[in-house]
């Protein structure tokens, strides 16, 4: 089974590409928009926080990923965790439980990424400039650091994802050598 982690910026294109991959039979799996979208009441009260740019408790990120991984159809080829590791705790957990067996990490200049995101049509409480500025410093100070981990105890890919989307999906599927 393909389990690929999909690690980057905000803005940098992670569920994108996770979005082109499902022709390769691979799910998404991304515990922001699962927040966004969930009527559980347990998952509804820690929307606010991800609105205001802040990181999930752990245990709630295990809890919504054991879940989704555990609905995969039969049929699943494997999935992509989009966003899903922002933490060490994070990025122990999914090395302990072995839900990762890639990691694409996603780099851009945060110039590139907050056009990106100011230019999104999805209508995201999290999309304006004052709750950019809080994601992009939970990132340099959380998510950063855990790339070193990954990178030492995974396959890593690093991709520019300065290019449109179709030019970063074609280095994406080259790098993961889809066929």
Do not use: C, H
């Amino acid at each position: 089974m393909i389990k690929l982690l999909f690690i980057g910026a905000p803005g940098s294109g992670k569920g994108t590409q996770a979005k082109f991959l499902k022709k390769y039979n691979l799910y998404q799996i991304s515990p922001g928009e699962i927040i966004r979208k969930s009527k559980d009441k347990r998952v509804i009260k820690y929307r606010k926080e991800s609105e205001k740019g802040e990181f999930l408790p752990n245990r709630l990120i295990f809890e919504i990923l054991k879940k989704e991984i555990n609905k995969l159809p039969k049929k699943a080829n494997g999935y992509i965790l989009d966003g899903a590791v922002r933490t060490i705790e994070q990025a122990e957990y999914v090395k302990k439980y072995n839900l990762v067996n890639e990691v694409v990490f996603y780099k851009i200049k945060k110039k590139t990424a907050i056009k990106r995101i100011l230019s999104r049509k999805d209508g995201r409480n999290d999309d304006n400039p004052k709750i950019i500025k809080k994601r992009f410093f939970e990132y340099k100070n959380k998510t950063k650091p855990v790339l070193k981990f990954l990178r030492k105890n995974f396959p890593f890919y690093k991709i520019s994802a300065e290019g449109t989307p179709k030019e970063i999906n074609k280095e994406t599927i080259k790098r993961l050598k889809l066929k």
